[in-house]
C-alpha cells in the first residue's frame, strides 16, 4: 500500500515551551549510561526535564540528544524485541520520550529513539519556519517520514538481530507507527499510540474552517506548510495519508494495538480519532478510574499514569497510578 503525501488543508500545533517546568539540571548535563550507537546518528544521553515543555527548552541546545536509556547497542531476544519510540510533529526524540525512554530501559527494554522529519531552510524539497528552529523535527510529508522511519526499523533489526520491533507513537508518532504495521505487519509485535492521530484530527474544529477558506480560494496548505511543514496538512481528517491509513482498516492481523488517549486533548481530536476499532486492540482513556488526572497532548509522554499504561502494553508488570495532572505539566506530579 502507498501512503501519499499531498493533503486537502492544514493544521498543527507548535510544542509549547515554558522555563517555569524546567527542572534544575544543567541543560548540558550527560549521563552516565552506555554509548550511544553511532549507526543511530542520535547524540549522547543528556539528562531528563520532568515536563514536555521543559525538555523542548533543553533541546533547543542539543537537538539529536538521546533520551536516557536509548539507543545503546544491545541484542534482543523473539520474547523481548526491541522498542522503536516514534516523536510528535514540532519535537524530537529526547523531548518526546525522555521520561519514557529510562522507565523502559530500567525494566530491560532495549530502547531506541531517533529524529525523523527534518524540513528547515536548507532542506531541498522545502523549508518551513518552525523546521528552522533547532530541536523541531517531524515536519516533512509523512511518506517520506515514513520511508525514512522504515529505514531506521531496518537498522534497528539489523543490529539487534530482532525479527519483530514494538513500535511507540506519539502523536504523529502514532500515525507512523500505524502506518508502517499496515505496510510491515510481520515486522511488528505491537503498536502503542500516545494521543496518535490515527484518523487524521480536525484540531477541534479548526479543521472546518480551513476547508471554508479553501472554499473561497484560499490556500490554507500553502501557509501553514510554510510554517509547520507538509506533516500539518497530512495530519488532518481528508488529507490524502490517512485516507490511504484508513482505507480497508487501519489495523492489520498478526499485530497488537493499544491506544492511550486523553479527554484533554486539543490537538488530536476528536476522542475516536486516537482509538483502534479491529483486530487485536485495547484503547485506554487516561481520565477511567482517574478522573483527576487532567493530562492534555503535550503532557502525556510525562505523565505517570500514560508511561505505566506504555509499560504494561509492552508486557512489563507495573502499578498504574493516578496522580493529579493538569494540561502539560504533567510530570511535576509523582506517585507517592
Not at 111 to 138: C, I
Not at 278 to 297: L, T
Request: hydrophobic residues 40%; negative net charge; glycine residues 10%.
Amino acid at each position: 500500500m502507498v501512503f501519499h503525501p499531498r493533503a486537502k488543508s492544514i493544521a498543527g500545533v507548535v510544542l509549547l515551551a515554558c522555563t517555569a517546568f524546567l527542572s534544575p539540571v544543567s541543560a548540558s548535563a550527560q549521563t552516565n549510561e552506555a554509548e550511544v550507537a553511532a549507526w543511530t546518528g542520535m547524540g549522547a544521553p543528556m539528562a531528563s526535564s520532568k515536563t514536555l515543555p521543559g525538555a523542548a527548552l533543553r533541546a533547543l541546545q542539543s537537538p539529536y540528544a538521546s533520551p536516557t536509556g536509548a539507543n545503546a547497542d544491545c541484542v534482543s531476544s523473539p520474547e523481548e524485541p526491541p522498542v522503536v519510540l516514534i516523536h510528535g510533529m514540532t519535537s524530537n526524540s529526547y523531548a518526546s520520550f525522555g521520561a519514557i525512554a529510562p522507565a523502559l530501559a530500567a525494566q530491560g527494554k532495549c530502547v531506541f529513539a531517533m529524529n525523523y522529519g527534518y524540513y528547515g531552510t536548507d532542506t531541498p524539497a522545502g523549508s518551513s519556519v518552525a523546521g528552522s528552529l533547532p530541536g523541531f523535527f517531524g515536519l516533512g510529508p509523512m511518506q517520506a517520514s515514513l520511508e525514512e522511519l522504515s529505514g531506521q526499523i531496518e537498522q534497528v533489526k539489523q543490529h539487534t538481530g530482532a525479527e519483530k520491533v514494538d513500535l511507540v507513537g506519539w502523536s504523529e508518532g502514532g500515525a507512523l507507527a500505524a502506518a508502517y504495521a499496515k505496510l510491515q505487519k510481520d515486522d511488528v509485535r505491537t503498536v502503542v499510540s500516545i494521543a496518535g492521530v490515527l484518523r487524521g484530527t480536525t484540531v477541534l474544529g479548526i479543521s472546518n474552517l480551513l476547508e471554508r477558506a479553501n472554499a473561497v480560494g484560499m490556500d490554507t496548505s500553502r501557509v501553514i506548510s510554510a510554517g509547520l511543514g507538509p506533516a500539518g496538512n497530512d495530519l488532518l481528517e481528508g488529507s490524502d495519508f490517512m485516507l490511504a491509513l484508513r482505507e480497508n482498516g487501519i489495523e492489520v492481523p498478526g499485530v497488537r494495538y493499544v491506544a492511550i488517549s486523553t479527554l484533554y486533548d486539543e490537538a488530536a481530536t476528536p476522542l475516536s480519532a486516537t482509538q483502534f476499532s479491529g483486530g487485536e486492540y485495547r484503547n485506554i482513556v487516561v481520565q477511567n478510574e482517574c478522573p483527576q488526572d487532567r493530562v492534555d497532548h503535550l503532557g502525556m509522554p510525562y505523565d505517570p499514569r500514560t508511561i505505566a499504561f506504555v509499560q504494561e502494553a509492552l508486557g512489563l508488570s507495573v502499578a498504574i497510578p493516578c496522580v493529579k495532572n493538569v494540561g502539560p505539566a504533567a510530570g511535576l506530579r509523582q506517585p507517592a
